[in-house]
């Protein structure tokens, strides 16, 4: 007894005030792992399940722990862990999951929690991935389920250092409601946390550690990356069937079609089931739009109705509360997986349905299951509720890996570790400029963002719109409410076809650029600050004064957010225009650069303005930069069809890239069935710009027709 009340007090002393220099055990080149106190064993990198794309990281530079390492520190107190990692003065961040605001976070209180964003950049989102990047290129990752609460470098302590000195408000006009703050601080609500560690030594590196710990950045099949439309949700087969001859018959290009609720008998919560009245025959109506080279991704919930034919097979494995009267299944059982990936199975993948979006996964707070909530696996309701978008990936991605055949849908939550995911977010919020900065957050996160396009008011809004959605991961009408279409405005129906073509244009770029995200970590849509050239030294939003503005931001003090450009591939840098804007400033990194339209020189590490009128959303190139692309087809290439290439080089400079192919259909690449063909081009003596390209691998893919090259630059 007496024992026993022993270890019983010692361990609570152990639980409750747990102090001790955190040990780092390298896990991958660059990649550090820290354990502060006793980690719960169900964590974001357990729920993902994928493990680390090894191959990648040989192509990282080699790095010594950082020293900061030492001085990261972890106490567990009150059965909760407090995490404190230094910041310096010139330090800034970037991260924190899918913030559509913000784009550095220095600064913040961030409570990291799955749900719809409401319009505040505060934590609550549809990925609040808690890992972030500093400026001076390490990044952390909290492997933690539960809701986070982050102080960004807010709060002051005493026996800080740097700590500010108090100011009299009355008096001095330079005091501020937030004095300097030396540290990051992280409080997980439980008695201990994984932390993980990735070094640089440029931010982009600390990327690319994190991508490729986390399985590699998707790659999607070619078709992903082709043009979709959302049609509305009560369409019938023979609408969605007309829908796609319609866009063949206007010359719009048109790889999947996704249909919206109504194609389910029950929907909110959903049977899973076809809608015997609006698709009688789903089979022979999958088969027809494959005929017609189109295929299908459909809506879906995870609630199930109760007259869904599972229901009762898993009501045994489901949540204690309801979603809209529709039963949660219990994601993190193997028995509910296994009937919901039996279901999809049988209604609709066995059928040829090639993808999911699936939807309401993330919040609102009195929709879905409450924290009190319990799950018969146990994992407590909170957990469940920030790694819920993490199960429905996994469970739904494995069912295709199965088959060998690659997705590519849609999600509306997520968070760490889902960088190989065949998902990309979208949302509700229907802010254009906030849709760029998302767009630009998500590089930073591990995940994919589309800037989707509805309704708009005037034609303007619509072409702005669907410029930008034409460079992001996913070019998306959706059109689930108002069955809009591309051609809906019939005064910029023509620049809107010529933004389609260019999207399936530009497919070797893109898919190519995939690869990359795939292969070394690097994401193919991301903010300026991860470019080389960018010699980023933020200083504290609450320290910024006017006169530290300059002109060009790429110079060595930064102090303003830059969060409406962005790079798009190696090569491409992005800067969208938003409606009632005429005319716009783009901020060039150094290095010389060209337009992507005409090739003409634009300028170098300098501010410029730009007025480029309604039908163009500006692109700019960087010197020498090598842009693939194929002509423009209406649907992505199949498995080894043969495709011709235009290779266009900018600038003035030689230049080099890597094009990537494969079947874009299978997992084959996995085991080594893909090439990389080296580009070339070099100025000659007769100072001509000649290009080349190496031959391909024997045995290897090879799905390069006729080559053509443009130099676009005069
Ligand atoms: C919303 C979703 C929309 C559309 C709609 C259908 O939750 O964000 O894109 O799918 O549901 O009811």
């Known amino acids: 007894m007496r024992r026993g009340l022993f270890l019983l007090l010692l361990s609570s002393v152990f639980i409750f005030s747990i102090q001790a220099q955190i040990q780092w055990k390298q896990v991958e080149s660059g990649v550090w792992k820290g354990v502060v106190g006793i980690p719960e064993e169900y964590s974001l990198l357990q729920v993902s399940g994928v493990s680390p794309l090894k191959e990648g990281f040989s192509r990282l530079p080699e790095v010594e722990l950082p020293v900061l390492a030492t001085e990261i520190e972890g106490n567990v ?3 909760k862990t407090y995490l404190s990692i230094p910041l310096q003065r010139n330090e800034q961040l970037y991260g924190f999951g899918l913030n559509f605001q913000t784009v550095q976070q220095r600064g913040k209180v961030l409570n990291l929690h799955v749900d719809h964003y409401k319009g505040q950049d505060n934590g609550r989102t549809h990925a609040p991935v808690p890992f972030y990047i500093s400026s001076l290129g390490y990044g952390i990752l909290i492997n ?5 609460t982050v102080y960004a470098g807010s709060g002051s302590r005493k026996d800080s250092p740097e700590a500010s000195v108090a100011k009299d408000r009355n008096t001095d006009p330079t005091w501020t409601a937030s004095p300097y703050s030396d540290a990051v601080s992280i409080l997980v609500p439980a008695p201990g946390t994984e932390i993980y560690l990735f070094a640089g030594p440029t931010s982009m590196d600390v990327v690319r550690r994190y991508n490729l710990f986390c399985g590699g950045g998707v790659l999607p099949p070619r078709w992903g990356l082709g043009f979709t439309q959302r049609t509305h949700t009560m369409y ?3 609408q969605v069937e007309k829908e796609a001859d319609e866009f063949a018959s206007h010359g719009y290009p048109l790889d999947f079609i996704g249909l919206e609720p109504g194609w389910q008998s029950k929907a909110y919560p959903c049977s899973f089931e076809w809608d015997k009245g609006r698709y009688p025959n789903p089979k022979e ?4 739009m494959l005929d017609k080279g189109i295929r299908l991704n459909l809506w879906t919930n995870p609630y199930i109705s109760p007259e869904s034919g599972i229901y009762e097979a898993m009501y045994p494995v489901s949540c204690s509360h309801t979603v809209w009267c529709g039963i949660v299944p219990d994601l993190a059982t193997k028995e509910a997986r296994k009937l919901w990936q039996d279901k999809l199975k049988l209604e609709h993948i066995g059928i040829g349905v090639s993808g999911y979006k699936i939807d309401e996964i993330d919040g609102y707070d009195r929709w879905l299951w409450p924290d009190v909530a319990t799950f018969p696996s146990k994992v407590p309701a909170e957990m469940m509720r920030q790694t819920y978008g993490l199960w429905v990936q996994r469970t739904t991605a494995e069912l295709y890996k199965e088959r060998n055949q690659r997705t590519y849908g849609l999600i509306r939550a997520s968070n760490a570790g889902a960088s190989s995911f065949p998902y990309v977010l979208y949302n509700d919020y229907y802010n254009h400029r ?11 996160s591990g995940v994919l963002w589309t800037p989707e396009v509805r309704h708009s008011k005037s034609a303007e809004e619509w072409l702005r719109r669907f410029q930008t959605a034409a460079f992001s991961p996913m070019a998306m009408i959706n059109a689930w409410a108002d069955s809009t279409k591309p051609w ?3 005064e910029v129906a023509p620049q809107i076809k010529e933004y389609a073509l260019l999207r399936m244009q530009m497919m070797p770029y893109w898919y190519t650029e995939f690869a990359r995200y795939h292969f070394d970590g690097i994401p193919p849509f991301r903010g300026m600050n991860l470019e080389s050239g960018f010699n980023l030294q933020a200083v504290s939003k609450t320290e910024l004064h006017d006169k530290d503005l300059k002109d060009n931001p790429y110079l060595e003090t930064v102090t303003k957010e830059i969060k409406d450009q962005y790079m798009a591939g190696e090569y491409l840098l992005v800067a969208p225009l ?8 783009v901020i060039l990194p150094q290095g010389n650069w060209y337009d992507f339209y005409t090739g003409d020189y634009v300028g170098n590490g300098e501010v410029i303005t730009v007025t480029p009128g309604l039908e163009r959303i500006p692109v700019y190139v960087k010197d020498g930069g090598i842009i693939p692309m194929m002509p423009p087809l209406l649907h992505a290439p199949k498995a080894g069809q043969i495709v011709d290439l235009e290779i266009r080089h900018y ?6 890239y890597r094009l990537y192919d494969d079947d874009g259909e299978t997992f084959d690449y996995e085991k080594g069935d893909y090439s990389w063909r080296d580009i070339k081009v070099e100025r000659q003596k007769n100072g001509k710009l000649k290009g080349s390209i190496s031959k391909a691998q024997k045995g290897k893919p090879n799905s390069i027709g006729k080559i053509t090259w443009k130099f676009m630059t005069k």
Request: hydrophobic content about 30%; glycine content about 12%; proline content about 2%.
């Open 144 to 148: 933690s389920a539960r809701y986070l």
């Open 285 to 288: 109506f999958v088969g027809k």
């Open 578 to 585: 938003f409606t009632g804007e005429k005319t716009r400033t």
């Open 77 to 79: 107190r009150d059965s």
């Open 651 to 656: 600038g003035k400079a030689n230049g080099t």
């Open 488 to 490: 809906s405005f019939p």
């Open 434 to 444: 906030d849709y760029i900065t998302a767009l630009i957050n998500s590089g930073f």
């Open 236 to 238: 019938t087969a023979e």
